[in-house]
């Protein structure tokens, strides 16, 4: 009876072990034992993403010459983190020229005209309600005036972020639209200057980057601040693609 029992016990865990090798395991309990429940489950495969940091994809569309029906157009965007099933995406290029708040003076990320625009106007444009599902809801800290926590789909890269996501100057050149070229954005070589999320070195200025890539906190006095009108909007999103 012991050399049975032993004998069991061992093709049990070479079963075991073959069962584990295929990702499946089964639990199996008899009449014996006071049980009923027989079935199996999968051990989930390490989540691997289907994209590269790095990788341009389409997701949505925007009016890229404003002009015609044609100039509706799959809208490119880099791929710049992976977490948790969802990618951080960045425009390819700027999709709009705004102010980063039109009334000048102190504003915090959660009171700029951008923010509205980005999760207003740009969200129902460029997304069908499928995509829009798709899109995750980010909290993001503001700055400048009140410090609070605000949730957005569509927002602007922080400082901090565009200097991890984008740490060359070359990494940071940014093109853009027709459309945006034509709402008076400035340009060097077909290079935008583009707004980012949050105060500069004071409460009524936004940092941003310049057409050369170089990233600014600091105004003077001439350039003006979250008024000026020759910056555009690079948007940035979570979401699901795979």
């Excluded at 429940?37 to 990788?55: A, C, N």
């Excluded at 700027?94 to 708040?101: A, F």
């Excluded at 993001?140 to 005036?145: R, V």
């Amino acid at each position: 009876m012991k050399k049975f029992v032993v004998t069991l016990l061992l093709l049990s865990a070479l079963l075991f072990a073959s069962c584990a090798q295929n990702n499946t395991y089964y639990i199996q309990e008899t009449k014996e034992t006071g049980g009923s429940l027989s079935g199996s489950f999968e051990v989930p495969e390490k989540d691997e993403p289907k994209y590269s940091i790095g990788e341009y994809v389409e997701f949505g569309v925007y009016d890229y010459n404003g002009d015609s029906p044609d100039a509706i157009a799959p809208l490119k965007w880099k791929i710049l983190d992976y977490k948790n099933g969802d990618y951080l995406l960045l425009t390819d290029v700027s999709v709009m020229c705004m102010p980063y708040n039109e009334v000048a003076g102190d504003t915090s990320w959660k009171e700029c005209d951008i923010r509205n625009w980005l999760n207003t106007d740009f969200f129902d444009f460029a997304f069908t309600t499928s995509e829009r599902e798709r899109i995750a809801n980010t909290k993001l800290e503001t700055s400048g005036g009140n410090e609070e926590t605000v949730s957005d789909k569509v927002f602007l890269l922080s400082y901090s972020e565009v200097i991890k996501y984008l740490p060359e100057k070359e990494d940071r050149l940014c093109g853009a639209t027709g459309l945006t070229d034509k709402m008076g954005a400035f340009s060097d070589n077909g290079n935008y200057g583009w707004w980012l999320r949050g105060a500069g070195d004071s409460a009524d200025t936004a940092c941003r980057v310049n057409m050369y890539g170089n990233v600014l906190t600091n105004y003077s006095a001439s350039e003006g601040g979250v008024e000026r009108t020759d910056y555009t909007v690079r948007p940035a999103i979570w979401v699901e693609l795979d």
